[in-house]
Nanobody, 116 residues
Framework: VQLQASGGGLVQPGGSLRLSCAAS????????MGWYRQAPGKQRELVAS?????????ADSVKGRFTVSRANANAKNTAVLQMNNLNPEDTAVYYC?????????WGQGTQVTVSS
């Protein structure tokens, strides 16, 4: 499985960004996709995930501001992270993730910087 992430960048506090991830390869093996982030000096943490039946899980730290969904209803190989009302504490490198058949896959990180 290969993961291609896009989006990210610089945004002012209170702004929004959208991160997209698309999986290719053995996508039939994927049971869940998600987004993690890692801020400088901190451990990588789960932000949001979506399972193959479209159940979602959002971290408490971003609940009410972030959502995860598919690019469209049929695109089970995608995970879109919509981030609203961003604050400087959301600054981190964001990583797309996929899991399935006992394996974990990571996409390249994309930088999100929230600053005025």
């Amino acid at each position: 499985v290969q993961l291609q992430a896009s989006g990210g960048g610089l945004v002012q506090p209170g702004g929004s960004l959208r991160l997209s991830c698309a999986a290719s390869g053995s996508i039939f093996s994927i049971s869940a996709m998600g987004w993690y982030r890692q801020a400088p000096g901190k451990q990588r943490e789960l932000v949001a995930s979506i399972t193959s039946d479209d159940s979602t899980n959002i971290a408490d730290s971003v609940k009410g501001r972030f959502t995860v969904s598919r690019a469209n209803a049929n695109a089970k190989n995608t995970a879109v992270l919509q981030m609203n009302n961003l604050n400087p504490e959301d600054t981190a490198v964001y990583y797309c993730n996929a899991e399935g058949w006992g394996r974990i896959y990571w996409g390249q990180g994309t930088q999100v910087t929230v600053s005025s």
